[in-house]
Nanobody, 121 residues
Framework: QVQRVESGGGLVQAGGSLRLSCAVS????????VGWFRQAPGKEREFVAS???????RYADSVKGRFTVSRDNGKKMSYLQMDSLKPEDTAVYYC???????????????WGQGTQVTVSS
């Protein structure tokens, strides 16, 4: 079974920071693209950030300049560093991965449990 395990969420005040982690259990992780998504209560799941096999990032406009996505192929991990957090960032955050960035961006899942990020004002 493919595993995508998110961690690092929590409760933080506005302006604070969190670092989320995504563990990807794939033998050939270095060839995978990783995508980060989030879903707030009553809202659609939305794209947050991604990083491809060549370490090229992309970001949603809403988080650009505040979030940084990275990867560590040796640890088979992707990280989402979230700075200057806002209450509107409150959501459950998910990751997914595939050899194709296009597949990742289709946001079809399957999805894990995600990790809750709550930003208080």
């Amino acid at each position: 079974q493919v595993q995508r395990v998110e961690s690092g969420g929590g409760l933080v005040q506005a302006g604070g920071s969190l670092r989320l982690s995504c563990a990807v259990s794939e033998r050939t992780f270095s060839s995978y693209a990783v995508g980060w998504f989030r879903q707030a209560p009553g809202k659609e799941r939305e794209f947050v950030a991604s990083i491809d096999w060549n370490n090229r990032p992309r970001y949603a406009d809403s988080v650009k300049g505040r979030f940084t996505v990275s990867r560590d192929n040796g640890k088979k991990m992707s990280y989402l560093q979230m700075d200057s957090l806002k209450p509107e960032d409150t959501a459950v955050y998910y990751c997914n991965a595939d050899r194709s960035l296009l597949i990742v961006l289709q946001a079809r899942g399957p999805w894990g449990q995600g990790t809750q990020v709550t930003v208080s004002s």
